[in-house]
């Protein structure tokens, strides 16, 4: 088991180091290195010679080596974790490194696609070949120079040895000459034990650029007679616009242009992710963003209904009609609707064994319904987008997860070929999936079109939350039969959303128990969603983990304990076929969080514990948080987290991301949720809809990685989707009360109120 | 006519004073570190100082800092090596780095008036300031880091 | 000693008061009422009968209770050291504490995001040049208080901020009063307008400053 380190750990360096120097010594010699590296680069005198040996390496004659990160950087740390990878195979020296954003290429770059925590996954044979190729092209390079057999050859931080001979070179003596060798396949990989690089923790390389505010994200990127331009959309759901009157705006300082735009056209077949909210769209263009904003206030606007409309969707190869109904929706009906349709039969995903009669012969059973609402995305930065497009070629620039998913959308929309359109991948300020979407390039490119100018369109706050692709409603219903002696005989998941249902009828308990059904069934909706951070998950954690406690309650069960039982019969005696999940590895978060957290220690009992654990993105996370109550509230004080995802790449930043993803969990869980009446948003701004502010934060989040040498699985999503499930389970021993309705918050609030309602 | 001066540098510009200095200092300056995040003076990732005051420029009309002193993250420190920025790298603070800039504005003010902050100060300081990633427990720690750098004068 | 300085303050605007009612000449009547009223400065009366100016001073102050408790006014006399928020006064979203002065700490002062003037638009924070708490040592606490302690308190120099009830009179005109009505878009008013407030406010001080039971 590796510990990765925590807050304590570095605060305990400092301390120490103050202790033995008797003065501070911080070790700043990464940002030294760092800066000596950017002020070789930044010498006029230095030739601009960069030689390249793949699409992911360059390296210089005075060996600095540039390692390209093909994927988009969202905060998930692939800026230096992914190059962390090439270098460990290229036997790089990482303080001779540098680091660029690959440009969207995905011949040579590979899918370049941030979402589904993939990006570690799916870029770990890859990258690990193509360093392995070029070092050994290097060797090659130094063997021929040399005259000595390639066996011979050995490397070490970025030089190159024969030991009979006692030759030695950098890599940047040999990169020309490597250069010009084609690049092998199937050279063998590095020993897992041997890494070097990897498992060793590394700053952001682009820390530096952050905390001094260098132009970074996709809303600081300018070029020159750049205009700036917003989107006015329709107030509602639901609604398309009927007429302008634009006069008054036109008349503002600043103001280029006012015009309609029809994104798509009706017949237009869309792919899995040309989601966007509104198709019909009021523009206006200025020269700055202050002016634009103030301008759209001037607009005249009439709106009508849209109706219902027919779409054609071709997603990945599935193709589909669907209505969408026209209704302006609002919460509260959408919540009565689906208490009458979860009355109604629904589609069967998973049958074992006889659910009917087990449920029919039970001593006991108890049922459960959990509810959640739309959640936005909210990343800190807006949606926004560069484009400039001409008849001949479109370039765009900006915050994207996956490029690969809107070129061939641009491609149709422009009429132009995919060699030309450049997109540019700027550093995200967040995406939780929301930037799958790429419908904000289409807009920037249309607007740039009519505009004939280079385009930055910009959403405002309210734009961003009201004008949303957002995680569905959803709701699901849980029961468990049990017999005489409190066993537990069957398990029934039902569960239906709007517009998605959230059911993962595959995933644990399914395995488990003898006779299990999970069923489902969705309800059409206007409102558009998409994917948000660990889909349909990021509910089932809450549901199906709260469920279970409660289950081990009623079974008099200690809830790891119960749980571990659940996942021993998993692994000995399966039931059925397709269970997605390893029970050993799920087992192994769940013991080891029970170690870590000091589970079963008399002095932990001051602390309202709630245990989760969840399978998804093939990583397995288990938290335990420890409730107080502060100020007359609920407040997660610590935490500690298990998480299975094989190799750790960079531990301190994995340990970072899984402590975020508490924090995100513990603000969702406690306040997330997007509202609406009469098919408008309810929440659209910050003062509205709350987030997580650092006084809410834990004290502590202490992260433990079980240490394996499985290839990476997922981690940005993972540890996301338990939180939910452990901060209920707490929120009951804190409260006495059990809560069903997230958010949470407002849950305590009604239940205090005597008010049977849903929480949003 | 507003006469600021920014980070040292004094500068004219001919622009309408209601204008939010958030985006004249984006839009108009080109200094692009501080952020837009809300609008509303909710999110903190607008924060400058003004007379060294961690104001919200985005609901700051520039009329207010005319012939006034303001300081953006670019400017932060003498040589924008201010403690709270290293200690931010030391600590590795940022995910995606959005909200920092702000995130290190409002921290300078706190450490200004108190150099030895306790994590109750802390959070009386930054409860303004929105970190989306969840990145509070090292924003903290990376405070705590930078007094540490304060105080031993490292 | 408190009441003492404050008595000599206000003899001597009160011999300046008698200079300029002689050099216009005591026709004015409702000077006249204004200086009577002055004279009286020293809190609640207590004379055990009930007269005609008390219940009128009691009907009054249950209207400026309505006004007071409001969010607009109650907002920033909370009972914690953070001030409230919103129509529904729950707490203010980021916690910025009170501090010494009432005016905020560190990177939380209530002058950092409140401007000197409102701002057009939804969720703007309301502006004033002095926006700011009471003191920590005068904590002029509304939230959570009856009719009869607020009355009391208000009334009392010791815990209103040393007023006397002319200053009171005054203090209805004061800039940070008369921003409770003017508060920005999306914040309901206070249940009367600000000319029947001084109203109201008035004749409870004039006829007594009876505090109701």
């Not at chain 1, 997230?742 to 849950?747: F, L, T």
């Not at chain 3, 708490?133 to 815990?159: E, N, R, W, Y």
Request: charged share 25%.
């Amino acid at each position: 088991m590796e510990n990765s380190t925590t807050n304590l750990s570095r605060r305990s360096f400092l301390k120490s180091s103050a202790l033995a120097g008797g003065g501070l010594m911080i070790s700043f010699t990464w940002l030294s290195s760092f800066k000596a590296v950017a002020e070789k680069l930044n010498n006029p005198g230095l030739p601009d010679q960069w030689f390249e040996l793949s699409g992911y390496i360059k390296i210089t004659p005075d060996n600095i080596i540039k390692i390209y990160n093909p994927n988009p950087e969202f905060g998930q740390n692939v800026m230096t974790s992914l190059p962390m990878i090439v270098a460990e195979e290229l036997g790089a020296d990482w303080q001779q490194v540098v680091v660029e954003m690959g440009p969207h290429d995905s011949v040579k770059l590979g899918p370049q696609f941030t979402g589904g925590s993939n990006s570690v996954r799916m870029y770990w044979k890859p990258l690990r070949d193509a360093g392995a190729a070029a070092r050994n092209m290097l060797m090659q390079a130094a063997a021929q120079t040399w005259a000595v057999p390639v066996e011979e050859i050995t490397t070490k931080a970025g030089k190159l040895y024969h030991e009979k001979t006692g030759k030695s070179g950098t890599y940047g003596d040999f990169a020309s000459k490597a250069s010009g060798i084609p690049v092998p396949k199937g050279v063998k990989l590095k020993d897992i034990k041997g890494f070097d690089v990897i498992r060793h923790s590394k700053k952001n390389v682009e820390g530096l650029k952050i905390v001094r505010g260098k132009p970074l994200f996709g809303l600081d990127y300018k070029v020159d007679g750049m205009l700036i331009a917003m989107i006015e959309h329709p107030p509602a759901f639901g609604m398309k616009l009927k007429s302008f009157d634009a006069s008054q705006t036109l008349k503002m300082p600043g103001i280029k242009d006012v015009f309609r735009l029809k994104m798509y056209e009706d017949d237009f077949e869309f792919g899995g992710f040309d989601t966007r909210t509104f198709n019909d769209l009021l523009v206006v263009v200025g020269t700055n963003t202050w002016e634009v904003m103030n301008a759209r206030k001037k607009l005249i606007t009439e709106w009508e209904p849209v109706g219902d409309r027919k779409e054609k969707v071709n997603s990945f190869g599935r193709k589909k009609e669907v209505t969408i109904p026209g209704e302006l929706e609002s919460s509260d009906v959408q919540y009565q609707k689906m208490r009458t349709r979860a009355k109604q039969p629904a589609t069967v995903l998973r049958k074992d064994g006889d659910p009917e009669a087990a449920f029919k012969n039970a001593a006991q059973v108890i049922e459960r319904t959990y509810n959640a609402p739309f959640l936005a995305h909210n990343c800190m930065e807006p949606m926004n987008f560069f484009a400039h497009v001409t008849d001949e070629k479109a370039l765009f620039a900006g915050p994207l997860q996956a490029p690969g998913w809107v070129e061939p959308t641009l491609s149709k929309i422009f009429n132009l070929s995919p060699e030309k359109i450049e997109i540019q991948m700027t550093r995200m300020g967040g995406g939780f999936g929301r930037r799958a979407y790429g419908h904000y390039l289409v807009e920037a490119g249309l607007i740039s079109r009519q505009a004939k100018a280079p385009v930055k369109l910009i959403y405002s706050r309210e734009d961003d939350m009201t004008y949303g692709i957002y995680r569905p409603m959803y709701t699901a219903t849980y029961r468990a039969a049990l017999d005489a002696n409190k066993n537990l005989i069957a398990f029934h998941v039902k569960g239906g959303g709007i517009p998605e249902h959230p059911v993962h009828e595959n995933r644990f308990p399914a395995g488990a128990v003898d006779n299990y059904l999970a069923e489902s069934w969705e309800l059409p909706s206007n409102i558009t969603i998409g994917a948000f951070r660990a889909p349909r998950s990021n509910f089932n954690a809450a549901a199906e983990q709260s469920f279970l406690d409660e289950l081990a309650e009623a079974m008099g069960k200690d809830p790891i304990d119960f749980r571990l039982e659940l996942l021993q019969r998993a692994k000995e005696r399966p039931v059925g076929k397709n269970n997605d999940y390893d029970a050993d590895r799920y087992a192994g978060v769940l013991e080891l969080v029970r170690d870590k957290s000091g589970w079963n220690k008399p002095e932990n009992r001051k602390y309202n514990r709630g245990v989760a654990a969840y399978f998804c993105h093939n990583s397995y996370a288990a938290h335990v948080v420890d409730m107080v109550t502060k100020n007359g509230e609920p407040y997660v004080e610590r935490v500690f987290s298990a998480i299975d995802c094989g190799v750790v790449v960079n531990p301190d930043a994995a340990t970072n991301m899984v402590q975020g993803a508490v924090v995100d969990g513990i603000g969702n869980a406690f306040y997330g949720g997007l509202t609406h009446k009469d098919g408008r948003s309810e929440q659209s701004n910050f003062s509205e809809y709350r987030i997580i502010r650092i006084h809410e934060a834990p004290k502590s989040i202490d992260v433990h990685f079980i240490e394996n040498d499985i290839d990476p699985t997922g981690l940005g999503e993972p540890p996301f989707p338990p939180v939910f499930g452990a901060v209920a389970n707490a929120l009951y021993r804190n409260t006495g009360k059990r809560y069903y309705n997230q958010p949470y918050k407002n849950d305590i609030i009604n239940r205090k109120n005597n008010i049977d309602k849903k929480a949003f | 006519m507003i006469t600021l001066n920014i980070n040292q540098k004094n500068y004219e510009v001919d622009i309408d004073p209601d204008m939010p200095l958030l985006w004249v200092l984006r839009d108009v300056i080109g200094l692009v570190g501080t952020k837009y995040g809300c609008g509303v003076a909710q999110c903190g990732a607008c924060v400058v100082h003004l007379n060294g005051e961690a104001v919200r420029s985005c609901v700051t009309k520039v009329k207010r800092a005319d012939g006034q002193k303001v300081v953006t993250i670019e400017g932060l420190g003498l040589t924008n090596d201010h403690p709270l920025q290293k200690a931010w790298l030391e600590a590795d603070v940022p995910q995606c780095g959005y909200c920092q800039s702000g995130q290190l504005m409002s921290a300078a003010v706190l450490l200004r008036e108190n150099p030895n902050p306790t994590d109750q100060d802390i959070d009386d300081a930054m409860a303004g300031n929105i970190c989306r990633c969840g990145t509070y427990l090292r924003i903290r720690e990376a405070i705590h880091m930078a007094a540490e750098i304060l105080r031993k004068g490292s | 000693m408190k009441r003492q300085s404050e008595n000599k303050t206000f003899h001597l605007q009160r011999l300046k008061t008698i200079g300029l009612l002689v050099i216009i000449c005591s026709a004015i009547g409702i000077f006249s009422s204004a200086f009577e009223n002055k004279m009286d400065f020293t809190g609640i009366k207590n004379t055990g009968t009930i007269n005609k100016d008390s219940i009128e001073s009691v009907q009054a102050f249950m209207q400026v209770y309505k006004v007071l408790m409001s969010p607009r006014c109650m907002n920033c006399h909370p009972a914690g050291d953070v001030p409230l928020q919103g129509d529904d006064s729950h707490i203010h979203s980021m916690l910025p504490k009170r501090g010494k002065d009432g005016r905020g700490v560190y990177a939380l002062k209530c002058a950092n995001c409140h401007q000197p003037e409102n701002l057009p638009g939804l969720h703007k924070p309301p502006g004033n040049p002095n926006w700011h708490l009471p003191p920590a040592d005068m904590k002029m606490v509304f939230q959570g208080k009856s009719p009869a302690q607020l009355a009391k308190q208000i009334i009392d120099p010791a815990q209103n901020g040393n007023k006397s009830k002319a200053k009171l009179l005054e203090h209805a005109y004061d800039a940070l009063v008369l921003a409770g009505w003017n508060m920005g878009q999306g914040r309901t008013a206070p249940p009367m307008s600000h000319e029947e407030f001084v109203k109201v406010w008035t004749t409870w001080i004039k006829k007594g400053a009876y505090a109701p039971k």
